[in-house]
C-alpha cells in the first residue's frame, strides 16, 4: 500500500456578495460521502478586486472552484485571455457558452473553464419522476445573465422547446441573449426560437407553459416578484433558481394559483453534483446534495 499522502481536494465558490451560497454545504457533504479529503472555502471578492484574485489562483494551490453572481461572464473573458488579469494559458472547451460556473484546474495547474448550470437546470425538468417532454412548450424566462445563458442555450439545443421569451432589466442583454439562443438553435425557424419582451406588464405570463426566474428578485423581500402572478393558472410549471429562501414569493404565490413548481435547490444539486464530478471524477453525488439541502431546509 502506498504511504503516499492522500489527495487533499482544495476546492471553493468565488462571487460577491456569497453569505447566501449553499454551495460550501453541498460540497462539503458531497466530499465526506465520497471519502475525499478537502475543503470547499468561500472566496467573497469585491468588483474592483477580481482580476487581482483571478491572477492569484495558481498560488491558492485550487484543484477548482465554482464561480457565481456576477462573476460567470468576466471569468470567460479571462479565460478566453480577455481581461486585465488573465493568465494567457487558459483553455475552454469546445462548445462553451459565453459564461463559467465551474473551473477545473488540470493536471499543469491551467483554468479549463465549464458550465454545469444547464445541466442543473434540466436535470429536475427532465429525469425522473418529473419525466417532463418539453415538445412544442413556450418558456418565459426572467433575466440574461449567466445562468439565464446557461439556461437558455440549454433549453435550445437538448429540448424541443418551441418559443423562448426573454425579459430583461437591461433589455440589450435580452436581445444579445435571444440572438445566441437563436444561433444555438439553428436550422429552419431558428431565427424566431427566442424572442424578446420588451415590458414586464405584457410579458405572456399566463400563455407560456414553463415560467423560470433567472433574477436574484426573490432573494431579499418576502414579498418581492417581478411578473403578475394573477396571470398564473392551473397546469403551468414556475422554476425559481433563487433558493434562499426556497419558498420564494413567486414560488408562493404560483402554488396558490395551483401551478407546479421547481424550487432553487433542485438546480443547485443538480449543477453542484456536475461541477463535483468534473473536478474529482466521481459521479453520483445528486442524491447527497439533495439530502444535504433537504436537511439544511428542515431545521431552518
Ligand atoms: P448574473 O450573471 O449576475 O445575472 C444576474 C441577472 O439578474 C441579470 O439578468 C440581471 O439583470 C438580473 N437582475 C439583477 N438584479 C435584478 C433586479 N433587482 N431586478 C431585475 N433583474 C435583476 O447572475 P446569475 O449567475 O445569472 O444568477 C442569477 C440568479 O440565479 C441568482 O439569484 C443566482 O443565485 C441564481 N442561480 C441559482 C442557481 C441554482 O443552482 N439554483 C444557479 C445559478 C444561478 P441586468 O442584466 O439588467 O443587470
Redesign the pocket.
Not at 68 to 73: A, F, G, H, L, Q
Not at 142 to 150: I, N, S, T
Not at 241 to 244: A, E, F, H, N, R
Given at each position: 500500500m502506498s504511504n503516499a499522502p492522500k489527495k487533499f481536494w482544495r476546492l471553493g465558490i468565488l462571487g460577491w456578495p456569497l453569505g447566501?451560497?449553499l454551495s460550501p454545504l453541498v460540497h462539503e457533504q458531497a466530499l465526506k460521502t465520497a471519502g475525499l479529503r478537502g475543503e470547499y472555502r468561500e472566496y467573497p471578492v469585491k468588483p474592483e478586486d477580481l482580476w487581482d484574485w483571478l491572477g492569484q489562483v495558481p498560488a491558492l494551490r485550487l484543484c477548482g472552484f465554482n464561480v457565481?453572481?456576477?462573476?460567470?461572464?468576466s471569468v470567460f473573458a479571462w479565460l478566453v485571455g480577455e481581461g486585465e488579469g488573465r493568465l494567457g494559458l487558459a483553455e475552454v472547451p469546445e462548445g462553451a457558452i459565453g459564461?463559467i460556473?465551474t473551473v477545473v484546474m488540470d493536471n499543469k495547474e491551467r483554468p479549463v473553464g465549464y458550465n454545469t448550470?444547464g445541466e442543473?437546470?434540466l436535470r429536475p425538468l427532465l429525469d425522473p419522476p418529473r419525466s417532463l417532454d418539453l415538445k412544442g412548450w413556450h418558456v418565459l424566462l426572467?433575466?440574461?445573465?449567466?445562468?439565464?445563458?446557461?439556461i437558455s442555450v440549454s433549453l435550445s439545443v437538448r429540448t424541443k422547446v418551441e418559443r423562448l421569451t426573454i425579459w430583461?432589466?437591461?433589455l440589450d442583454?435580452?436581445r444579445a441573449l435571444a440572438e445566441t439562443a437563436n444561433r444555438w438553435r439553428g436550422g429552419r425557424g431558428a431565427a424566431h426560437f427566442a424572442q424578446v419582451g420588451e415590458r414586464l406588464e405584457s410579458l405572456p405570463v399566463g400563455e407560456c407553459q414553463l415560467l423560470v426566474?433567472?433574477?436574484?428578485?426573490?432573494?431579499d423581500g418576502p414579498g418581492e416578484r417581478?411578473v403578475d402572478s394573477g396571470k398564473l393558472h392551473q397546469g403551468q410549471w414556475v422554476y425559481d433558481?433563487?433558493?434562499?429562501p426556497r419558498e420564494t414569493a413567486l414560488i408562493r404565490a404560483a402554488r396558490r394559483q395551483g401551478c407546479r413548481v421547481i424550487t432553487?435547490?433542485?438546480?443547485?444539486?443538480?449543477?453542484?453534483a456536475a461541477s463535483f464530478e468534473l473536478w474529482t471524477g466521481v459521479k453520483g453525488m445528486l442524491p447527497v446534495m439533495r439530502e444535504a439541502l433537504d436537511e439544511h431546509f428542515r431545521s431552518h
Open positions: 447566501y451560497s457565481t453572481m456576477p462573476y460567470k461572464k459564461a460556473n448550470d442543473g437546470f426572467l433575466g440574461a445573465g449567466g445562468a439565464a445563458e446557461a430583461n432589466r437591461n442583454r435580452a426566474n433567472a433574477t436574484p428578485v426573490g432573494m417581478l433558481l433563487v433558493y434562499g432553487g435547490d433542485e438546480m443547485l444539486a443538480g449543477q453542484g
